[in-house]
C-alpha cells in the first residue's frame, strides 16, 4: 500500500477555501468528502488525464482515518482492481481532485450554505457513499 497522496497544484488553495468555508473540521475531511462525492459519481477516470501532484499532501491514514482499508476497497471495487493494484493511487488522488472541483462547483454560487448543509443535501439526494 501506498503512504501518501498529493492533490493537484491548483487544488492546494481549493482544499483551503472549502475547509474554511464548509467549516467541517480540519482539511483531510474534505479531501476524505471530495474522494466519497467524486465516487458517488459513479464514473471511472481516465489516468491519462491525471493532473499534476504538487499541492497539498495527505498521509494515507490521516487522509482515511482508522479505515484506508474501506475507502481503499470501495475504490478498488469501483475501478474492479485489487487494492494492491499498481494504479490504485493515482485513482484516489484523482477522485480527491475530482471531488474537490465537484464540491466547489455546488458550493460557489451559494452564499449561505454549510458543510452540514451541503452533506444533508446530498444524503437526502442519495448521492453520498
Do not use: C, W
Not at 55 to 84: C, R, W
Amino acid at each position: 500500500m501506498f503512504n501518501n497522496i498529493k492533490t493537484s497544484k491548483a487544488n492546494k488553495e481549493l482544499v483551503t477555501q472549502l475547509t474554511s468555508r464548509l467549516n467541517l473540521g480540519p482539511e483531510n475531511i474534505i479531501a476524505r468528502l471530495a474522494f466519497s462525492y467524486s465516487l458517488a459519481q459513479d464514473r471511472k477516470l481516465d489516468l491519462k488525464k491525471m493532473a499534476d501532484s504538487q499541492g497539498k499532501e495527505y498521509n494515507v491514514k490521516v487522509l482515511f482515518g482508522n479505515h484506508p482499508d474501506i475507502y481503499l476497497s470501495i475504490l478498488a471495487m469501483h475501478y474492479q482492481i485489487h487494492t494492491n493494484h499498481i494504479d490504485i493511487a493515482k485513482y484516489a488522488k484523482m477522485h480527491i481532485d475530482d471531488g474537490l472541483e465537484l464540491i466547489n462547483h455546488e458550493v460557489q454560487n451559494r452564499n449561505s450554505i454549510t458543510g452540514n448543509d451541503f452533506i444533508i443535501n446530498e444524503i437526502e439526494k442519495g448521492l453520498l457513499v
